[in-house]
């Protein structure tokens, strides 16, 4: 059993970047590919980026793409999202999620409680 939990988020401007942090409890981290989410009021749920078991292998939404980094310390059980040049479309609260497979874009069975992203303009 994995328990993922975000960090990192907040208020930032146009242009800027965050670095979210997401700290699973459990034993079998690297049994698992993981992923981020983000949901804005009144939107569904997006998927933003995943990463394979052994970090081989990483996937991005064309959104994110070239902006966004997914990387991942399994000593560390964490998975990490860098983002950069931010816009204020990215303004949702992001999870972090096991993904059933990699190559998934829904998520898995442990999903964290989120953290928020603002971007203002």
């Known amino acids: 059993q994995v328990q993922p939990v975000e960090s990192g988020g907040g208020l930032v401007q146009a242009g800027g970047s965050l670095r979210l942090s997401c700290a699973a409890s459990?034993?079998?981290?690297?049994?698992?590919?993981m992923g981020w989410f983000r949901q804005a009021p009144g939107k569904e749920r997006e998927f933003v980026a995943g990463i394979s078991r052994s970090a081989s292998s990483t996937a991005y939404a064309d959104s994110v793409k070239g902006r966004f980094t997914i990387s991942r310390v399994n000593a560390k059980n964490t998975v990490y999202l860098q983002m950069n040049s931010l816009k204020p479309e990215d303004t949702a609260v992001y999870h972090c999620?096991?993904?059933?497979?990699?190559?998934?874009?829904?998520?898995?069975?442990?999903w964290g409680p989120g953290t928020q992203v603002t971007v203002s303009s």
């Open positions: 999620a096991t993904l059933p497979w990699y190559g998934s874009r829904n998520p898995g069975d442990y």
């Open positions: 459990g034993r079998t981290f690297s049994n698992y590919a």
